[in-house]
T-cell receptor, first 111, second 116 residues
Framework: KQEVTQIPAALSVPEGENLVLNCSFT??????LQWFRQDPGKGLTSLLL?????REQTSGRLNASLDKSSGRSTLYIAASQPGDSATYLC??????????FGKGMKLTVNP | DTGVSQDPRHKITKRGQNVTFRCDPI?????LYWYRQTLGQGPEFLTY????????KSRLLSDRFSAERPKGSFSTLEIQRTEQGDSAMYLC??????????????FGPGTRLTVL
């Protein structure tokens, strides 16, 4: 059974910092891994999808890496802004197509 | 492409009542998913449809829960005899037709259920 862990559970930083969000998973037999953003009381917005054959994926100030063999993914956020404040969730996807989520990491970027 | 929509956005009900939620996926997305998210937790998978066929159900989906997608387009999730433990955000997602390792799931805004 896939289990996903995100540490720390919450992070508060001043604006402008470069951030590293960590995600670990127990079953490395995955097709891809996705990073999502969730604003309070809202649905999920897909940020990046990394295929199992890829090592990195970039979109704007976001860069995600995947080390499937060690069961780890990292989301880098460059030059953080107050608008980046949200909960960030990672979700590996295996053969059953369902996404398995961690509890997420609540990020607060202070102006 | 108008995105995934869900209705209602909020529902307050008394324990023991039945509730039904609706999800309209992105047009031509043949796969549709239901997840449940409680406070402080990540979403948990409930069930999944490919067209009108329900292909997988989580053990979280007790006998009081039923989901349908009768024409392979919109889906409904019904909860009978609601309990306070059913209070959660119910999220719907859809993904494109072709199976692919690049398929992302597009999520709707969710339905917030409160059982009093």
């Amino acid at each position: 059974k896939q289990e996903v862990t995100q540490i720390p559970a919450a992070l508060s930083v001043p604006e402008g910092e470069n951030l590293v969000l960590n995600c670990s998973f127990t079953d490395s037999a995955i097709y891809n891994l996705q990073w999502f953003r969730q604003d309070p009381g809202k649905g999920l917005t897909s940020l990046l999808l990394i295929q199992s054959s890829q090592r990195e994926q970039t979109s704007g100030r976001l860069n995600a890496s995947l080390d499937k063999s060690s069961g780890r993914s990292t989301l880098y956020i460059a030059a953080s802004q107050p608008g980046d404040s949200a909960t960030y969730l990672c979700a590996p996807q295996g053969g059953s197509e369902k996404l398995v989520f961690g509890k997420g990491m609540k990020l607060t970027v202070n102006p | 492409d108008t995105g995934v929509s869900q209705d209602p956005r909020h529902k307050i009900t008394k324990r023991g009542q039945n509730v039904t939620f609706r999800c309209d996926p992105i047009s031509e997305h043949n796969r549709l998913y239901w997840y449940r998210q409680t406070l402080g937790q990540g979403p948990e998978f409930l069930t999944y449809f490919q067209n009108e066929a329900q292909l997988e159900k989580s053990r979280l989906l007790s006998d009081r829960f039923s989901a349908e997608r009768p024409k392979g387009s919109f889906s409904t999730l019904e909860i009978q005899r609601t309990e306070q433990g059913d209070s959660a955000m119910y999220l719907c997602a859809s993904s494109p037709r072709l199976p692919s390792s690049t398929d992302t799931q597009y999520f709707g805004p969710g339905t917030r259920l409160t059982v009093l």
